[in-house]
């Protein structure tokens, strides 16, 4: 699977932006799809994650109530609505897919495949 993130830009403090994570290959809707974030000097951390299925999503407390995960799997591609979008939540996003069991969501290294990053700038 590869993966191609995008719809990352310069926003002002509450403003939204939607993410958008398009993925080659057949076998995309047996995945389970993940967006992480990494600001500089920072580790590389969990934001949100939705089951192949589409029917379980997860979020960071960080985040709850203001992003919103999605996919579409007749169109390989999995969403990251973010809706009041404050300076902390500046990073480089990044979508991800695992096919390990859905209790590892939250940690990276158990995902197989990462897009290269999308740019999300939040001005205060």
């Known amino acids: 699977v590869q993966l191609q993130a995008s719809g990352g830009g310069l926003v002002q403090t509450g403003g939204s932006l939607r993410l958008h994570c398009a993925a080659s290959?057949?076998?995309?809707?047996?995945?389970?799809m993940g967006w992480f974030r990494q600001a500089p000097g920072k580790e590389r951390e969990f934001v949100a994650a939705?089951?192949?299925?589409?029917?379980?999503?997860d979020y960071a407390d960080s985040v709850k109530g203001r992003f919103t995960i999605s996919r579409d799997n007749a169109k390989n591609t999995v969403y990251l609505q973010m809706n009041s979008l404050k300076p902390e939540d500046t990073a480089v996003y990044y979508c991800?897919?695992?096919?390990?069991?859905?209790?590892?969501?939250?940690?990276?290294?158990?995902?197989?495949?990462w897009g290269q990053g999308t740019q999300v700038t939040v001005s205060s």
């Open positions: 991800a897919a695992e096919t390990t069991t859905w209790g590892t969501r939250q940690l990276p290294n158990k995902y197989h495949y």
């Open positions: 290959g057949r076998t995309f809707g047996s995945y389970n």
């Open positions: 939705i089951r192949w299925t589409g029917g379980s999503t």
